[in-house]
């Protein structure tokens, strides 16, 4: 098993930035890729950026690029630092694991933590 855990959600005025963290331990967490979704109200839960086992690959959607940048360290925390956030970026933030490869489907990932709230407000 691998065990994630996020932190770093809070409310933001529009416009701002955010950054969040997502520690990986447990099982084989140095050789999976972490993904970052994020799911509204009523809305399904959407792929946001994924960096994978190495930290040399990365891929974002297309709403947050320019906006938000993923990487992550040797002590396996990833960090999504979030810039210029608008209404539409405020939902739980949630990190996940799958092994190696970079993915952009929920379902293609193992592991999940339990989320972090992010709001954008005027």
């Given at each position: ?37 994020r799911q509204a109200p009523g809305k399904e ?39 210029d956030l608008q209404s539409e970026d405020t ?32």
């Amino acid at each position: 098993q691998v065990h994630l855990v996020e932190s770093g959600g809070g409310l933001v005025q529009a416009g701002g930035s955010l950054s969040l963290s997502c520690t990986a331990s447990g099982g084989s967490a140095s050789t999976y890729a972490i993904g970052w979704f994020r799911q509204a109200p009523g809305k399904e839960r959407e792929f946001v950026a994924v960096i994978n086992w190495r930290g040399t690959g990365v891929d974002y959607a297309d709403s947050v690029k320019g906006r938000f940048g993923i990487s992550r360290d040797v002590k396996n925390t990833v960090y999504l630092r979030m810039n210029d956030l608008q209404s539409e970026d405020t939902a739980i933030y949630f990190c996940a694991a799958r092994p190696f490869a970079i993915a952009s489907m929920p379902d293609n990932f193992d592991f999940w933590g339990q989320g972090t709230q992010v709001t954008v407000s005027s």
